[in-house]
């Protein structure tokens, strides 16, 4: 017998004990649209109708390690955050993302309109590992021709042997050392505008679907 699995979504917000708003609605509109839903709790809140009688933080630490225990294990096919903690949220999943993965660095960049400049771009990297240069990530996606191809056919690059790949692309990523690679888009409004990607350097990766459906709950965040 073949049992349909829902979708998977995670909310990453802080708790309403009123109802009205935080994680708890976020878990009521899930489940409307068929959802399962699952959360990492940012704050504690005792509020009501009339206000906000006290709010506590969950330290960052524990934010992560729940939002590590579902990519862990569950996964997530989306996922919804507040706009006011995106920033945090996307410095946090790169983290979770680029250790979960055995990644040397994970980031993500998203261009402009005309796709000739960055128009944000955020990273993280392990002990020992060099960041990347903001320009290092130009010219745009324009340019990167079969990187683009792929994304937009395939949705992902994938290749855990840059050794034998012998595309344009590929002997600029070896100048940086890379030596495995996996990529996912960024859309706005159904254009590609960006790329999340992570990288191994001076030792090869064996990643695959399971790696990319991380990356791809990922991308959610970053297209807000």
């Given at each position: 017998m073949n049992i349909e699995c829902p979708p998977r979504a995670l909310t990453v917000a802080g708790s309403d004990s009123g109802g009205g708003a935080g994680i708890q609605a976020d878990l009521k509109t899930f489940q409307s649209f068929g959802c399962f839903g699952m959360s990492a709790v940012t704050a504690l809140t005792a509020q009501n109708s009339l206000g906000v009688q006290g709010i506590q933080k969950i330290p960052a630490g524990f934010v992560k390690t729940q939002i590590e225990s579902v990519l862990g294990d569950i996964l997530c096919d989306f996922n919804e955050c507040p706009v006011p903690e995106l920033k945090n949220t996307l410095n946090r999943g790169l983290a979770i993302i680029g250790e979960h993965l055995g990644a040397d660095r994970c980031y993500y960049y998203v261009t402009n309109a005309t796709d000739d400049e960055l128009h944000s771009f955020c990273q993280w990297y392990g002990p020992g590992v060099s960041p990347i240069a903001g320009d290092a990530v130009l010219p745009g996606l324009a340019s990167l021709q079969w990187t683009r191809q792929r994304l937009l056919e395939d949705g992902t690059v994938l290749v855990n042997d840059l050794a034998g790949l012998d595309?344009?692309?590929?002997?600029?990523?070896?100048?940086?050392?890379?030596?495995s690679l996996l990529l996912v888009p960024i859309y706005n409004d159904a254009q590609l505008v960006g790329i999340l990607g992570c990288e191994a350097l001076g030792r090869t990766r064996a990643w695959g679907q399971r790696q990319r459906h991380l990356l791809e709950a990922m991308s959610q965040i970053c297209e807000r």
């Open positions: 595309v344009p692309e590929a002997e600029r990523w070896r100048q940086q050392g890379v030596t």
